[in-house]
Nanobody, 126 residues
């Protein structure tokens, strides 16, 4: 599957953004989807994941209560709704996918995901 992330931008602290991840080339409903972020000099950080049917969700500690991951398999698209943004949320955000039809699996490590989008920059000013 090919992934394309979009929706990033420059916002002020406290604002909201919604990132999208458009999938093509395979049946998106067969895949777990994850969102990760990375800043220069740091490792890729887990943000959120959702299983193939939306029944299992996990979030990184730093975004719990502020970010919401979702998906629309009919539209082959996943989303990351980001509210109450903070300057420390500034990063390049990547969506990732792993083909897996099991439910309840915790795919929170970047190396679990073989498919990656190109990244979208999110910058939060104070």
């Amino acid at each position: 599957v090919q992934l394309q992330a979009s929706g990033g931008g420059l916002v002020q602290a406290g604002d909201s953004l919604r990132l999208s991840c458009a999938a093509s080339g395979d049946t998106f409903g067969n895949y777990y989807m994850g969102w990760f972020r990375q800043t220069p000099g740091k490792e890729r950080e887990f943000v959120a994941m959702i299983d193939w049917n939306g029944g299992t969700l996990y979030y990184g500690e730093s975004v719990k209560g502020r970010f919401t991951i979702s998906r629309d398999n009919a539209k082959n698209t996943g989303y990351l709704q980001m509210n109450s943004l903070k300057p420390e949320d500034t990063a390049v955000y990547y969506c990732a996918a792993k083909k897996d039809r099991r439910t309840g699996v915790r795919h929170t490590y970047a190396h679990y995901y073989p498919n990656w989008g190109q990244g979208t920059q999110v910058t939060v000013s104070s």
